[in-house]
């Protein structure tokens, strides 16, 4: 017990046991409720909060819901020389990178670069799991997923675009890989939440209301009224391109379609995702990876201590996460059946 904040130190093995048991009680498979399971402490003891047991409320109610198919089996089907395709069939999107790892990385290795396309998919988790195991076999990986329509583009007047996040994780010759990963909207839709949750103002420039005035109220931004792209028209067109990247080349949904109104207590968006994969040592002889530490080099002479990837990388070998009681009761009430 953590007496200062009241909250429970848990092993991550024991959180995985109990977040698997959540989801298989739910209707996922063992091999999708251990993949879940994973990615879900891995967040919790990583810090992304807005991605860690914050959001086994959104799993279990999508899956009660009979939105998403936690048992379903993933089809993989290569076509050409580097684009590998991986129909979810509605089931999450973790399970199919899964299913269509072994034959992407296959592609990449022996073409240079490889695409998985990921289509029929739902992503509630975040990116930098997905990408970051690549840059630790030695590749580059860049990441896109689309959401549902919570962000307006600039210049328009509905939230047609989704918190989109973008992330890139390359290796870094004797140091952390070097992993961003980042919604393309000024906040992820999590922290809204957990603001909303904690009563927390947001800061300005975040989102407009149902009558798209500016606030700074995370209530007014989730009921009816919408997030913004980051970087006005910067993030607005990156935003744009991810809904090509994946959609277009997915043949999934665009945010705008993502329609879950027959689907009460649906949280999952229901599009693709898109992994590039590099494999560098295609380049000049030694060129990547000498290049790659003189450029962290440069960046250290010049001040900056710590570049994205380092945070997670030192907190690796983490083996305790703290959660509050309250927390662990109500995990603890989703290992039973649903009435
Ligand atoms: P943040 O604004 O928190 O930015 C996170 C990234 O920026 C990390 O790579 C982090 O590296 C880096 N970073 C942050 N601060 C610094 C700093 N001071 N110096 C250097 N690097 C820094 O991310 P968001 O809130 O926009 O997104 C949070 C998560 O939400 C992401 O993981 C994203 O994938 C997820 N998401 C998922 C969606 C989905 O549909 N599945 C939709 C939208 C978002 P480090 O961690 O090493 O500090």
Wanted: net charge neutral; hydrophobic share 40%; with cysteine.
């Amino acid at each position: 017990m953590n007496v200062q904040s009241g909250a429970v130190d848990v092993s991550l093995e024991a959180l995985k046991g109990l977040l698997a048991r959540i989801f298989e009680t739910n209707g996922c498979s063992s091999p999708t409720a251990a993949i879940l399971a994973d990615n879900c402490a891995a967040a919790e003891a990583a810090g992304s909060l807005g991605h860690g047991v914050f959001r086994v409320d959104g799993y279990v109610s999508s899956l009660r819901s009979g939105w998403v198919d936690g048992a379903a089996v993933p089809e993989v089907r290569v076509k050409g020389a580097g684009y590998v395709f991986v129909d979810a069939k509605n089931g999450f999107a973790q399970a199919a990178l899964h299913a269509g790892r072994d034959v992407f990385v296959q592609r990449i290795r022996e073409t240079g670069i490889a695409i998985l396309s990921i289509r029929g998919s739902h992503h509630l988790a975040a990116l930098w799991p997905d990408v970051t195991p690549f840059a630790e076999e030695g590749l580059v990986a860049i990441s896109m997923v689309n959401s549902f329509g919570c962000s307006i583009p600039m210049g328009a007047k509905e939230p047609l675009l989704g918190t989109n996040p973008l992330a890139f994780a390359a290796p870094i010759k004797g140091a952390a890989p070097l992993v961003f990963d980042f919604a393309t909207t000024s906040m992820a839709n999590g922290d809204v939440q957990l603001a909303a949750r904690e009563g927390r103002m947001l800061p300005p420039g975040m989102g407009v209301d149902s009558n798209g005035e500016p606030t700074t109220d995370p209530k007014k931004i989730l009921n009816g009224g919408a997030l913004v792209p980051f970087g006005g028209h910067k993030g607005s067109a990156i935003s744009v391109m991810i809904e090509l990247m994946v959609a277009g080349l997915t043949g999934g949904k665009f945010s705008s379609e993502v329609d879950w109104s027959a689907h009460p207590g649906a949280q999952t968006p229901h599009t693709g995702q898109i992994i590039i994969g590099i494999d560098p040592s295609f380049s000049e002889p030694g060129g990547f990876s000498s290049r790659s530490s003189q450029l962290i080099g440069i960046l250290r002479e010049a001040g900056m201590e710590s570049y994205p990837g380092m945070r997670r990388w030192r907190s690796r070998g983490k083996t305790h996460v703290s959660i509050s009681p309250a927390i662990l009761e109500k995990l603890a009430g989703y290992t039973k059946e649903p009435k």
